[in-house]
């Protein structure tokens, strides 16, 4: 069983496989006579030819570190954003693709102010808070046909803290 | 000056302007092997013949009730969905469309567990957190044209809890 270190979630670190949603840098607009910053349009979402955005609410079981990875998975159709509606760190997990499979999965804990989008066709873990009340919004393809690929390891990893 | 009071959000009450993206009842679908719930598609998204959906992020300036409520805003060609990236209850302010102008303003307080969707073309007011970090995710229209309307009222409103 291979041990994978949760890593602190970076936009560079995280850029083959999406985008980190977060304050970072200057707002690109200031709003509302100067009370709002807005960093504006952040997520590459693609919905595909037959699909398109919904907004959904998800309440996740939250895990404790370290953790089994035993699958990730992978939505062909489309983007797929988690957004905290906590400021508690959760966990990322991704993985190159490598011939149709998952590569070596990385792990990435997030700071408490930062969401995720999965890019299309990326593989990622399910999602995946590590306190309470593990809500989240989440903004992905609504739409007919198959939309999720599931890849089971072989032999499962361990995800921890460095 | 007249006073609005800041009343418990709810989707029914709240129904003529959007939706409330909660876990409200039982979850559309149980997924990830039993371990997180669904509450499927539950927002009314509309971004328009020339627009798309995005994703940006907001962080706005905390506010304290009593609040002078001088304007209110709409988006003619998009909803707007205004989804809290931490715990805390925040000020949502819509108003019923009078011809053109908005008529006399509602006030909801969130319950710190909700977003809200705002139809296309419903006059709401600014992003109002009551707490820091006043983070949000925000899911509008992106695209070129007009869309935003402000209205500032020729006598400011009253926002206060009850």
Known sequence: MSVILARALTAAAFAPFGEVLETAGPPDKIINRGLCGRWHDRAGLEFGSTG??????????PRALPMTLDMVERHPEGSQAFLPMSEHPFLVVVAPDADGVPGTPLAF??????GVNYAR?????VLTPLNGPGLF??????????NLEEHWFDTPHTVRLP
Chains 1, 2 share one sequence.
């Open 52 to 61: 398109r955005a919904g907004i959904s609410v998800f309440r996740a079981t």
């Open 137 to 146: 919004a989440v903004v992905d393809r609504i739409g007919e046909g198959a």
């Open 121 to 125: 066709g990326t593989w990622h873990g």
């Open 109 to 114: 804990l997030t700071d408490g102010a930062q």
